[in-house]
T-cell receptor, first 115, second 114 residues
Framework: KAGVTQTPRYLIKTRGQQVTLSCSPI?????VSWYQQTPGQGLQFLFE???????NKGNFPGRFSGRQFSNSRSEMNVSTLELGDSALYLC??????????????FGPGTRLTVL | AQTVTQSQPEMSVQEAETVTLSCTYD???????LFWYKQPPSRQMILVIR??????QNATENRFSVNFQKAAKSFSLKISDSQLGDTAMYFC???????????FGRGTSLIVHP
């Protein structure tokens, strides 16, 4: 079974631009979660989608948004980029039906650099 | 709200030796799970071990085992016979039973020396 894939792997943007990141989950997984990882803040939860609906949301500004398609692939969008948005963005997929008993499988991440 | 604290930012160990990574947590939930995740330098994070809070028996996965002290809210990870491939960032995390969203600690960077 193919693992979680994320595209692109690296991205460089300038302040004020917007960016879209993509995540393809493991086949059969219906839940996709997004995390922001920075040296200063660690791993912070952004949002989780299940069956095309946002099921959980972290404490991030409205510039961060996401969506999930009928094939469970997910995208996240960051508008009006700020320097502080530079981070590794991880997505994780799981079956989405077992709560904390579900194992989350992580992708390799997208490294976003904002100049 | 849940909090997870890892008090050791960095640790090192010689190959073949044993190392223990510390983690404390706080939660008001009665049904919760605890996890250790490993993030190697290649960045793909993987689940190492999971402990269900209502199970008194400590979880074990090959060379990885936990010491779960529920009353002390402590959840340490022991790595036996350390290997070079164990070099990674290790994250402790907790989640309530019905939640899909773990709360992560800040991580411990482990380096295994040959």
């Amino acid at each position: 079974k193919a693992g979680v894939t994320q595209t692109p792997r690296y991205l460089i943007k300038t302040r004020g631009q917007q960016v879209t990141l993509s995540c393809s989950p493991i086949s059969g997984h219906r839940s996709v979660s997004w995390y922001q990882q920075t040296p200063g803040q660690g791993l912070q939860f952004l949002f989780e989608y299940f069956s095309e609906t946002q099921r959980n949301k972290g404490n991030f500004p409205g510039r961060f948004s996401g969506r999930q398609f009928s094939n469970s692939r997910s995208e996240m969008n960051v508008s009006t980029l700020e320097l502080g948005d530079s981070a590794l963005y991880l997505c994780a997929s799981s079956l989405g039906t077992g709560g904390a008993t579900d194992t989350q499988y992580f992708g390799p991440g997208t490294r976003l650099t904002v100049l | 709200a849940q909090t997870v604290t890892q008090s050791q930012p960095e640790m090192s160990v010689q190959e073949a030796e044993t190392v223990t990574l510390s983690c404390t947590y706080d939660t008001s939930e009665s049904n919760y799970y605890l996890f250790w995740y490993k993030q190697p330098p290649s960045r793909q994070m993987i689940l190492v071990i999971r402990q269900e809070a209502y199970k008194q028996q400590n979880a074990t996965e090959n060379r990885f085992s936990v010491n779960f002290q529920k009353a002390a809210k402590s959840f340490s990870l022991k790595i036996s016979d350390s290997q070079l491939g164990d070099t990674a960032m290790y994250f402790c995390a907790s989640a309530s039973g019905g939640s899909y969203i773990p709360t992560f600690g800040r991580g411990t960077s482990l380096i295994v020396h040959p």
